[in-house]
């Protein structure tokens, strides 16, 4: 069955170290997300891409985060200056309009110290 | 706005059946999702209604009614590794899940 691969699984960054967490999303979804969970939290949404372009973002979404599809399989989610606030479990989600439901990766487990 | 309810826990033992209700508000509403998410691990799609009624996967039901703004999962003949959070999503406009804070699950045996 096809899934959403992230890499790592795992990162420990410095305070104030840029981070680029990575996804490959299904090969023929067409929507793409990042979420984040902090842990005991909920899930929230952060970001949504469609179409090469930002379709919707959260308020937790602001100037440090970015995200990319630099080739036809990569989705990446780039945290500028990473705070302590940001460890948390960041998940990647695909999804086709033809079809139910999200897919979602196993997730990046991001540490900040 | 948007408003999402569920119960916070459910406990069952093995093999019984349990309801998680869901009730919401959602501008430009076009289905209701379920998601399943066990400890440390990714959300999982379970269901989606777009029409009234009942859809049945196996174990698994999921019901809406979208002029109660209400649905439900009915997990049946539960089993120990039904141990987990649901979660009951609003699909609207824009195509983005929301979560809430979901219902523990927990099965005893």
């Known amino acids: 069955e096809p899934e959403v691969t992230q890499t790592p699984s795992h990162q420990v960054t410095q305070m104030g170290q840029e981070v680029i967490l990575r996804c490959v999303p299904i090969s023929n979804h067409l929507y793409f997300y990042w979420y984040r969970q902090i842990l005991g939290q909920k899930v929230e949404f952060l970001v949504s891409f469609y179409n090469n372009e930002i379709s919707e973002k959260s308020e937790i979404f602001d100037d440090q985060f970015s995200v990319e599809r630099p080739d036809g399989s990569n989705f990446t989610l780039k945290i500028r200056s990473t705070k302590l606030e940001d460890s948390a479990m960041y998940f990647c989600a695909s999804s086709d309009p033809r079809s139910y439901g999200y897919t979602f990766g196993s997730g990046t487990r991001l540490t900040v110290v | ?109």
Not at chain 2, 73 to 99: H, I, R, V, W
């Open chain 2, 1 to 109: 706005g948007q408003s999402l309810e569920q119960p916070s826990e459910v406990t069952a033992v093995e093999g019984a059946i349990v309801q998680i209700n869901c009730t919401y508000q959602t501008s430009g509403f076009y289905g209701l999702s379920w998601y399943q998410q066990h400890d440390g691990g990714a959300p999982t799609f379970l269901s989606y209604n777009a029409l009234d009624g009942l859809e049945e996967t196996g174990r698994f039901s999921s019901f809406l009614s979208r002029s109660d703004s209400y649905g439900y999962l009915l997990l049946q003949e539960l089993q120990m590794k039904d141990s987990a959070s649901y979660f009951c999503s609003p699909e609207a406009a824009g195509n983005k899940l929301t979560f809430g804070g979901g219902t523990r699950v927990l099965v005893k045996p």
